[in-house]
């Protein structure tokens, strides 16, 4: 009995003890969590580990083209027809079938030339699952992509040239009809280019010597989760133990071990997305090539790589990459996003960063815009001014229900080409329907008015917004850019969409083809006649797969709401290198077509148009 006190010392004494071990421990873990962030030496775990804590976030990524773009060849993962069909282009004939033992086979044959060759590549692994998906062969350490490719929304299979903006080819070489450098000119290693923007951690492993060779390293194939919150092995070890999740929990969360890009500041967080989002160049490429992209989410990527310009020279060579941007300076090709953020004030004067627009996580994957601001409350978050009707009205002189008051597509235009589409510039800016081409891009004004011209637009200009533009209106760069390439013709005045359409250069083509698709929801048949007439001789006449495939569906688009008997099921000979094949189905197409919709209403001037288009060549592989 007398003893008893004692334990109770003795006890009270070890509930002392933790509890001053809890308050010291407490103490230190809120010290760790206010350090800067800090990732740079923990190592990737991959997302599987990911999952055990973050089911939510698991799912919603998994449910993203991110996940996908990058994958092992299976059941699951190929989209593509791989039961016997066949594409003939440029006199090779491609078949796609499945092997003896389940493997997924291309072969090639060609003959002509008297020679008989055939060639035929395993698909080991895919690449990209949403506008369409390639295909990658192994030859020891080197992947390649193979130059056929299955576009996902037509459900074909197309060749690379019909991808990307590569006319189709005068001639074969009879001598050489496999390794012809026009038929394979898309063929490329994927350890060294793809590897890049397509999965987490890339490194190509270049090894020099007697014999260079790659030993290729991924820390997972797609983008997935430490692609953009970096390694996380000092997250996992650290947050075992339960106090520091219940600090986390109750206080704002941040954690140093792992990057938020939510969390990070505007530049920070663009700098995660800029990564792929943005083309790139960089001091040292043999380094990067050797030892792999050490940019870490939560890092300045200036200090890493820049972004490419139009201005961007190449080993000292000016002009390398010019056809990349309209002559402003703006990008006209995807995976430029990260450069178009930097022209704009929104950026560069203000908090704007990614995230304001777009949502990782929960939202559409086709875009992943937030999903809570539809419509102008994207803009409106933070020009909230114009958010009542008859402020927009006063703003845009257009109806507050239609598309002229709809702020991205005059500040965000559809004027850059990738994966056979055309998509929004994400350089945000203002229209300016009087600028020369030489100092502008397609006129935001005449992608919607396609009828008029740059007179018209310049002119409505003037009487709708009569205060002259101050510099800064216009302004507002963090980059001093100058207009990338003079006009060759002197034109003074920017083009109507059907001048781009039969004039331009491939990329202004596209674009027109895409505009001519939209028309207001009023449109009679003889205002939509004269497009399908234009859209149908750029079927026969363009010399680029890209810009017929994108004409191919604006027609379709105009005959499913004009002309529903008649609109034709999908043709093939969009991507065909033989014109008389593709004029002979179109001819029976146009036979079945209301009046005035396959009829030129000015022939001569189209024909001379589009001789000065056949001078403009431009050719972009990547």
Not at 52 to 60: G, L, M, P, T, V
Not at 158 to 168: E, Q, V, Y
Not at 309 to 333: C, E, I, M, Q, Y
Request: proline fraction near 7%; aromatic fraction near 6%; hydrophobic fraction near 35%.
């Amino acid at each position: 009995m007398p003893a008893r006190p004692l334990s109770y010392l003795a006890l009270g004494l070890v509930v002392v003890t933790i509890a001053l071990a809890g308050v010291y421990q407490t103490a230190r873990l809120r010290e760790e969590l206010s350090q800067p962030l800090s990732i740079d030496t923990s190592s990737y775990v991959g997302s599987a580990v990911c999952r055990k804590c973050h089911h939510d976030n698991d799912d919603s990524w998994h449910r993203t083209y991110h996940r996908t773009m990058t994958q092992q060849a299976t059941e699951a993962s190929v989209l593509g027809d791989f039961s016997g069909a066949e594409l003939t282009y440029m006199g090779v004939t491609a078949r796609m079938e499945r092997g003896p033992d389940g493997e997924f086979l291309m072969t090639f044959h060609a003959s002509g030339g008297g020679v008989d060759a055939r060639w035929r590549a395993t698909v080991e692994r895919t690449v990209g699952s949403h506008r369409y998906q390639q295909y990658l062969a192994r030859d020891g350490d080197v992947y390649y992509r193979l130059p056929i490719a299955w576009d996902v929304e037509e459900r074909r299979f197309i060749h690379m040239n019909g991808a990307f903006l590569t006319p189709d080819p005068d001639r074969l070489v009879p001598e050489q009809p496999i390794a012809n450098k026009d038929y394979n000119r898309h063929v490329t290693r994927w350890n060294d280019n793809c590897i890049y923007c397509h999965n987490v951690a890339p490194n190509p492993g270049l090894q020099q010597g007697k014999e260079p060779h790659f030993e290729s390293e991924v820390a997972e194939l797609g983008v997935a989760c430490e692609a953009c919150h970096g390694p996380g092995s000092a997250h996992v070890a650290d947050n075992r133990n339960p106090l520091r999740r219940y600090l986390l929990h109750l206080g704002d969360g941040r954690d140093p071990t792992i990057a938020n890009p939510l969390r990070l500041s505007p530049a920070r967080a663009a700098d995660v997305c800029g990564r792929c989002h943005g083309q790139r160049v960089t001091r040292d490429i043999s380094k990067v090539h050797a030892t792999g992209d050490r940019f870490v989410p939560g890092q300045d990527l200036s200090d890493h790589s820049r972004p490419l310009f139009h201005n961007t020279t190449l080993n000292g060579k000016p002009g390398v990459f010019s056809a990349r941007f309209w002559p402003d300076g703006t990008a006209r090709l995807t995976a430029y996003e990260f450069q178009g953020l930097l022209q704009s004030r929104c950026a560069t004067e203000g908090p704007m960063t990614c995230n304001d627009c777009h949502a990782m996580h929960g939202s559409d994957p086709a875009g992943q815009l937030q999903p809570d601001l539809k419509g102008n409350r994207m803009c409106t978050q933070c020009h909230d001014g114009l958010a009542r009707p008859d402020a927009l009205y006063s703003h845009t002189h257009h109806h507050t229900e239609g598309p002229g008051s709809k702020c991205v597509n005059c500040h965000m235009p559809r004027v850059v080409y990738g994966l056979v589409r055309m998509h929004r510039s994400h350089r945000i800016a203002v229209p300016k329907p009087g600028a020369p081409p030489a100092q502008a891009q397609p006129d935001a004004c005449l992608l919607c008015h396609t009828d008029q011209n740059g007179a018209w637009a310049a002119q409505e200009s003037n009487r709708l917004w009569p205060e002259p533009p101050s510099a800064k209106r216009f302004q507002g760069l963090r980059l001093n850019l100058k207009p990338a390439t003079p006009d060759p013709a002197g034109r003074t005045r920017a083009r109507s969409a059907i001048e781009l359409l039969l004039a331009g250069d491939p990329i202004e083509r596209a674009t027109a083809a895409d505009a001519l698709g939209r028309e207001a929801a009023d449109a009679t048949g003889a205002q939509v006649g004269p497009r399908v007439a234009l859209l149908l001789d750029t079927l026969a006449q363009d010399a680029y797969p890209a810009v017929r495939q994108i004409a191919w569906r604006s027609v379709r688009a105009l005959l499913a709401r004009h002309a529903p008997a008649t609109a034709p099921e999908l043709a093939h000979f969009v991507a065909t290198d033989e014109p008389a094949a593709r004029k002979a189905v179109i001819s029976n197409i146009a036979a079945r077509l209301p009046q005035g919709f396959a009829t030129l209403a000015d022939p001569d001037r189209v024909t001379a148009l589009r001789s000065q288009a056949d001078a403009i060549q431009i050719e972009i592989g990547e």
